[in-house]
């Protein structure tokens, strides 16, 4: 999907069906170097490790899960800020 155009945002869970996220994370880097979005970063667990690694890979922001509309909703609306801002 992202070959094809990248999106501005993208939530990415720690799981994903056959893929890590740090996986995910590089590949999106190399697809396009010049445009990297936004990511917030689902996880369940704050392990400092863990998202030490995910910031180094490109996240933005991380949010614990689980989480409610009324904790997602300013996340990515500060997230959509930074996207109006770099436009």
């Known amino acids: 999907l992202c070959r094809k155009s990248?999106?501005?945002?993208?939530?990415?869970?720690w799981q994903l069906?056959?893929?890590s996220a740090m996986d995910f994370l590089a590949e999106l880097r190399q697809i396009n170097a010049?445009?990297?979005?936004?990511?917030?970063?689902?996880?369940s667990e704050a392990d400092p490790q863990d998202l030490t690694r995910?910031?180094?890979?490109?996240?933005?922001?991380?949010?614990l899960k689980p989480f409610d509309r009324h904790?997602?909703?300013p996340a990515l609306a500060e997230m959509a800020k930074t996207v109006e801002a770099l436009a």
């Open 6 to 13: 990248v999106p501005d945002m993208i939530l990415l869970d």
């Open 71 to 73: 904790t997602l909703q």
């Open 17 to 19: 069906p056959g893929v």
């Open 54 to 63: 995910a910031y180094r890979s490109g996240i933005n922001s991380h949010i």
């Open 34 to 43: 010049t445009r990297f979005p936004q990511i917030l970063y689902a996880v």
